[in-house]
């Protein structure tokens, strides 16, 4: 095993990581936590039924604050459904119900309003945008999405996205032979073989990951790069067996391979051909890759 091979699994293994496994990621995850991880919400009486259900579900917080708990819970509650497209949020009733200042509140508001979900207007207040007004790219939104009401449909919208995405970096970094990123390809792919052989899920994730990524940045398409986030997001919260990398297996390790030779090789027809397979690893996939028209 290489060094990087072994710093990266030691490393996975000691982190403490808000990924799951595949079979977990299936599961609606709003179940209880402690309470201090939580933001404090006390037990309201007579009060809106709807703001009030946040209460009783985790806020995913992974180690955020105050401000980045209350983002979370309000963003899943939005993207949930449990707070409709033109209701008002009152500020005031925001930071009673949580138990957290104006500041938090506010702040926390802000970055809805950046990620399309919520609007500001003087004399209207805030209000819940439609999902039409949504920046549905933005990986907050693909996780909450993700484990909500409407997961399935952000996984197969996520592998369409994929199919259309990736084959073409794939050709694109075939064109751009450099030998430290070509190497770091290979580490990776080294890193996921023993990870799969150890049953190390966690750290064969997060190889796959950083392949997809660098695969993506050295195609060398600057607007190809900066969805390299979204396949990252894609990769943690697909949790089915929807493309190739999400559960280790031989087949898809071999298609990683087999990437790697056909970059090294020069042959962005052949890299372009291993990833469409690596995509469809799955029989699954099917029903998300698009069908050939019929004339």
Not at 70 to 77: A, E, P, S, T
Not at 103 to 127: C, D, F, H, I, Y
Not at 137 to 144: A, K, Q, S, T
Not at 266 to 287: I, N, S
Request: charged share 25%; glycine share 10%; hydrophobic share 40%.
């Amino acid at each position: 095993m290489s060094t990087l091979a072994h710093t990266m699994m030691t490393a996975a293994r000691s982190a403490d990581s808000g990924l799951a496994s595949p079979g977990e990621l299936d599961r609606y995850p709003y179940a209880e936590a402690p309470a201090v991880d939580r933001v404090g919400v006390p037990v309201w009486d007579g009060g809106d039924p709807e703001l009030g259900r946040v209460g009783r579900r985790a806020a995913g917080s992974r180690g955020r604050g105050l401000h980045g708990q209350l983002v979370q819970q309000l963003g899943q509650m939005i993207v949930s459904g449990d707070l409709g497209a033109d209701r008002p949020l009152v500020p005031e009733e925001i930071g009673q119900r949580f138990e957290v200042s104006r500041t938090v509140v506010r702040e926390s508001l802000r970055v809805l309003e950046a990620k399309g979900l919520v609007s500001a207007r003087p004399n209207v207040g805030t209000r819940v945008r439609p999902v039409s007004d949504w920046n549905l790219l933005d990986p907050d939104i693909i996780e909450w999405r993700a484990f909500g009401p409407q997961r399935d449909d952000q996984r197969r919208e996520l592998s369409e996205l994929r199919w259309t995405i990736e084959p073409l970096a794939a050709r694109l970094a075939a064109g751009h032979g450099r030998e430290d990123v070509q190497q770091r390809l290979a580490d990776m792919v080294e890193i996921m073989g023993h990870a799969m052989a150890q049953g190390d899920a966690l750290t064969f994730s997060r190889a796959d990951s950083e392949f997809h990524s660098l695969l993506i940045q050295v195609a060398s398409n600057r607007m190809l790069e900066h969805l390299s986030g979204i396949v990252s997001a894609a990769l943690q919260v697909s949790g089915g067996p929807v493309t190739g990398c999400d559960r280790p297996n031989e087949a898809s390790l071999g298609h990683h391979g087999r990437i790697c030779d056909a970059l090294a090789a020069g042959d962005g027809a052949a890299a372009e051909a291993a990833m469409r397979q690596l995509l469809m690893v799955h029989p699954e996939v099917e029903r998300v890759v698009p069908a050939p028209r019929e004339h």
